[in-house]
């Protein structure tokens, strides 16, 4: 027990060492002194205003400079009516093309589709039409939708990876003028493991930047619904995406006038034809004059 003639000694905070350093960094950060912890102050400050200036005008210039191309003249959308933006839909088999087109055709249209039997053309906008075709597994196909498809929507199996039918119809774009191409990413419900669904992600983004060109636009799509198609907010952000899409005029394209036939229509008389099953055809082609 103190006595009580014995005054209690006055309490002294700390000048030095960790307790009064850690006290002095709280109140800078309250008022707004000093910087953030792992900064370094040069770092961040101007040695010369001119020179940063100059640097950071001549860095604005060449990156306006990369974004410039030789203007082309689009030749085959001079019509008053231009024809509908081609999409291809491509992928290897059993990876979800069909179920994909179904699903950009509900969410354009309302209507549900249940079976596709060639090309499918929708209105996505006032003065814009798209044909969605399927490109079968085959190398006919793959270089007819190399050579008339404005839009690549290039489909690849999350749980397996690149396949070869995918090298393949790379190679044959480069020969035919390669278009703008999207990349779909499905069967994502199969990974449990999240960590394991991240790492997948970043490792098949960075191929497909590496065999496409860096900053390639991919999409993720996940799992069916119950309805069997894919969810409406992935589609809904693939279809806006593609309904504001830029496409250049290629100089292959340009070169090489093509018709793209929409409809294919068997005039024949019906009588000729029941007499002679294997008589000569008379048969109409719908579709659009595109290129020169």
């Not at 019509?79 to 491509?90: I, L, N, R, S």
């Not at 994909?100 to 589709?113: A, N, P, Q």
């Not at 093509?258 to 294997?278: G, N």
């Amino acid at each position: 027990i103190m006595p009580p003639d014995k005054k209690k000694k006055s309490h002294h905070a700390r000048q030095s060492g960790t307790k009064a350093k850690k006290k002095q960094n709280k109140k800078d950060r309250r008022e707004g002194k000093g910087m953030p912890k792992g900064q370094n102050p040069k770092a961040f400050g101007r040695s010369s205003a001119g020179l940063t200036a100059r640097v950071q005008q001549r860095r604005k210039a060449e990156i306006q400079e990369r974004k410039l191309h030789v203007p082309l003249v689009d030749r085959s959308y001079a019509a008053k009516e231009p024809p509908p933006y081609v999409v291809a839909v491509v992928g290897p088999p059993r990876v979800g093309k069909s179920t994909l087109i179904r699903s950009l055709v509900k969410h354009y249209t309302r209507y549900v589709l249940n079976e596709i039997r060639g090309p499918i053309t929708i209105v996505s906008g006032k003065a814009r039409r798209l044909t969605f075709i399927e490109c079968m597994n085959d190398i006919n196909s793959m270089i007819d939708i190399g050579k008339s498809a404005d839009l690549i929507l290039l489909m690849i199996d999350g749980s397996f990876g690149f396949e070869m039918e995918t090298f393949e119809f790379l190679n044959i774009l480069q020969a035919h003028g390669f278009p703008k191409i999207l990349g779909v990413l499905t069967h994502l419900d199969k990974f449990k493991d999240n960590k394991r669904l991240r790492k997948t992600k970043k490792r098949l983004k960075a191929r497909f930047w590496t065999e496409v060109h860096d900053g390639a636009k991919l999409f993720y799509l996940s799992g069916l619904e119950k309805s069997g198609r894919y969810p409406k907010t992935e589609t809904n952000n693939l279809a806006r995406f593609i309904s504001v899409a830029k496409f250049r005029p290629l100089i292959w394209r340009n070169t090489h006038p093509y018709v793209l036939a929409d409809r294919v229509e068997d005039v024949t008389d019906p009588e000729r034809v029941r007499l002679d099953p294997l008589c000569d055809r008379s048969v109409l082609l719908y579709g659009y004059l595109r290129g020169t």
